[in-house]
T-cell receptor, first 114, second 113 residues
Framework: NAGVTQTPKFRILKIGQSMTLQCTQDMNHNYMYWYRQDPGMGLKLIYYSVGAGITDKGEVPNGYNVSRSTTEDFPLRLELAAPSQTSVYFC?????????????FGDGTRLSIL | GNSVTQMEGPVTLSEEAFLTINCTYTATGYPSLFWYVQYPGEGLQLLLKATKADDKGSNKGFEATYRKETTSFHLEKGSVQVSDSAVYFCALTGNTGGFKTIFGAGTRLFVKA
């Protein structure tokens, strides 16, 4: 069972470069999320989506963009990479955002910006 | 707004010791409560959950009881193993207003052989 798949697993960027972190899920979940996890810290919500075509900002959206053209895919775009965006990025999905439905996480993308 | 507070780590225990990781929350209404575990190099995995007051979630020897009177959801295990070394996150999903899941800061557990 694939679940939530993130690519790439590791990436090093130079300041000012752009890239897209890919996330796909095969569970037909409506809700998808992007988090960042800084060393020794918890998760901070960047963006989320409640279905195809619908996205909204989380706690820390600045410097990022998302799109949701299909139920399966939820890519995260960094336009002008900055050292402050060095982090581990997790994508997650859930069937609902209420009623006790858990989130399912990918294994993360470890991003360094130098 | 909703919030989750869990004990700071790291917590270091010897194998077969008793584990408690404290978690308290603030929320309106009746949230669902979760514990997630993160092993090195991996994403978070659901460990257990409880969706209403006095429910007990359990999995792999871990337990947590939803205590509405004390707004707590403490994680316990009677006898930890080296393989339990990981980071544990308490989380809640509210059922009023915004429905986004709120995660605690995480507690790192080290278990020594």
């Amino acid at each position: 069972n694939a679940g939530v798949t993130q690519t790439p697993k590791f990436r090093i960027l130079k300041i000012g470069q752009s890239m897209t972190l890919q996330c796909t899920q095969d569970m037909n979940h409506n809700y998808m999320y992007w988090y960042r996890q800084d060393p020794g810290m918890g998760l901070k919500l960047i963006y989320y989506s409640v279905g195809a075509g619908i996205t909204d900002k989380g706690e820390v959206p600045n410097g990022y963009n998302v799109s949701r053209s299909t139920t399966e895919d939820f890519p995260l775009r960094l336009e002008l990479a900055a050292p402050s965006q060095t982090s581990v990025y997790f994508c997650a999905s859930s069937s609902d955002d209420r009623g006790g439905q858990p989130q399912h996480f990918g294994d993360g993308t470890r991003l360094s910006i130098l | 707004g909703n919030s989750v507070t869990q004990m700071e780590g790291p917590v270091t225990l010897s194998e077969e010791a008793f584990l408690t990781i404290n978690c308290t929350y603030t929320a309106t209404g009746y949230p669902s409560l979760f514990w997630y575990v993160q092993y090195p190099g991996e994403g978070l995995q659901l460990l257990l959950k409880a969706t209403k007051a006095d429910d007990k979630g359990s999995n792999k020897g871990f337990e947590a009881t939803y205590r509405k009177e004390t707004t707590s959801f403490h994680l316990e295990k009677g006898s930890v193993q080296v393989s339990d070394s990981a980071v544990y996150f308490c989380a809640l999903t509210g059922n009023t207003g915004g429905f986004k899941t709120i995660f605690g800061a995480g507690t790192r557990l080290f278990v020594k052989a």
